[in-house]
């Protein structure tokens, strides 16, 4: 296999695909998936005409990918954009194809991409994203999901961890700015808290209604990010927090904790507090060790560090912090954010510049940004 050939392509591929009207970011996930295919393919069969069999794949690709999504969108034009409390109507078949995706021959990570790919509509750099993995190891790992499933009977359901976890990332992607997709998974989260008497499954629900509760107020009217200590909790969902911490308190109640519950436990104690000082830090402090307990994950382990920051001060925060690897996403932000607390505004400033170039998003890098900014002109007064 030349892998300097296929490099060499890879940008005319994408130039051909852009002037056949695909969008850049669409046409960027079809190339990655069949350079993908032809590493697989070409050392059995090697075309004669290495890039002609390069874009005839990728414009499949992006055929399958855009089908798929249409789909999708066709689906969640059923669905009112707010998510309505009360009991979940009859399961439609979206639910059963999460199910479905999370194939018992598939392992839970590789089942969980297909399905966010598949089913979910995200695309391979989100989904990569998530998963704190470079786009290229995750298209391999959707490609060989595919080819796992492509001579298998799909008449055996995945595991409900698995299609937990799925719902959870397609809820996250959507909290982060697609309200649609938000309100999607809740739909059907509901469904599974109707149809499956488990605790997981009632703290992924109170989760997700306690974080989309604040949605109206993490965003200015020019749409720049408001940071939860400056919300305005006059514009949450009450009757959302509420049912949230109803669910969420049967759930504990049978005493069979898991990352959700105690996830929604600290969504609940920032929705339980009038105001950011009174924020029972201590608890939610407790409550990420719980959480660190259970899934040993980095990026818990780093909001834990400015919770401790918040309930014994920066400088105790600076120290959970130094434990932690500085590659993470979103670290530098939180060290910018201890170090202006502690008095340290240079480095914050620094930090927080440092910070806005790994942004993952636009909002979120003017947001760091504009802290910089802020910071700098602090210090030329």
Known sequence: MDEVLLRSLTPSVLTVLVRRGADFAAAEDAVQDALVEAVRVWPADPPRDAKGWLITAAWRKFLDATR?????????????????????PAADDTLQLYFLCAHPSLTPAS??????????????????????VPEATMAQRISRAKHTVSGVRFD?????ATVLRVLYLVFNEGYSGDVDLAAEAIRLTRQLAAA??????????????????????????DGSLVPLAEQDRA????????????????ALARDRLGEF?????????????????????????????ELARLTDSPVVRLNRAVAVGEADGPRAGLAALAALDTS???????????????????????????????????AERAHLTRQAARLNARRRR
């Open 68 to 88: 798929a999504d249409t789909a999708r969108r066709r689906r969640e034009d059923l669905v009112d954009e707010e998510p309505a409390p009360g009991p979940a």
């Open 111 to 132: 089942a969980v991409a297909l399905t966010l790919r598949a089913v979910g509509g995200l695309t391979t750099r989100q989904i990569a994203e998530a998963y704190l």
């Open 156 to 160: 055996r359901p995945g595991d409900v």
């Open 196 to 221: 499956i008497d488990h605790p997981e499954v009632a703290g992924l629900l109170a989760l997700m209604l306690l974080h989309h509760a604040r949605r109206a107020a993490r965003t200015a009217p």
């Open 235 to 250: 514009r949450w969902d009450t009757a959302s927090i509420a049912e949230g911490v109803r669910i969420l308190q049967a």
């Open 261 to 289: 519950q105690a996830q929604a436990a600290i969504a609940a104690l920032h929705a339980d507090a009038p105001t950011a000082e009174e924020t029972d830090w201590v608890q939610i402090v407790e409550w990420y060790d």
């Open 328 to 362: 993470l996403p979103r670290h530098a932000a939180v060290a910018a954010y201890l170090h202006e607390r502690d008095g340290d505004l240079p480095t914050a400033a620094r930090l927080y510049a440092e910070a806005a170039l790994k942004a993952p998003n636009l």
